[in-house]
């Protein structure tokens, strides 16, 4: 007989040691996968400059109907480190082409209510 100590999920394999945060200063680049409620305004302090004329934010939020059918909440799940290299892809090239200061990509897991952000952009 085993306890349930020595059935617990192998390090390597346990979705709550793998990274959710990535952060490359160089470029003012900041991705974040998180179970909790997402903050814009933090996501504008991190990417605020006073070389950016503008700065441009984009929350995603749960509506309450897709095509037609009532809905309740989402739910998100993701392999992080594949996320976040998928995300930091996206986010160096957005940096590379349109020559922006800083970008913020914050993605929640998780369940998602109705009217609440499940990803904050901000550049």
């Known amino acids: 007989m085993t ?3 020595d059935q617990k999920t192998p ?3 346990d979705p709550d ?3 959710r945060h990535l952060t490359d200063a160089t470029q003012n680049i900041h991705l974040e996968l998180t179970y909790s409620p ?3 305004q933090s996501a504008l302090d991190k990417i605020s400059s ?3 004329g503008a700065n441009v934010l984009f929350l995603g ?3 309450n109907t897709f095509e037609d059918r009532a809905v309740a909440q989402l739910s998100y799940t993701a392999y992080p ?3 976040l290299k998928t995300l930091a892809g996206i986010a160096r090239d957005a ?3 349109h020559g922006l200061t800083g970008i913020v990509i914050a993605h929640r897991l998780g369940v998602v209510p109705i009217r609440e952000a499940s990803i904050v952009i901000a550049v």
């Open 3 to 5: 306890s349930s100590e």
């Open 11 to 13: 390090t390597h394999l």
């Open 17 to 19: 040691t793998y990274p």
């Open 38 to 40: 997402l903050n814009a």
């Open 50 to 52: 006073p070389a950016a």
């Open 61 to 63: 939020t749960t509506r």
């Open 81 to 83: 480190p594949l996320t």
């Open 95 to 97: 940096v590379a082409k």
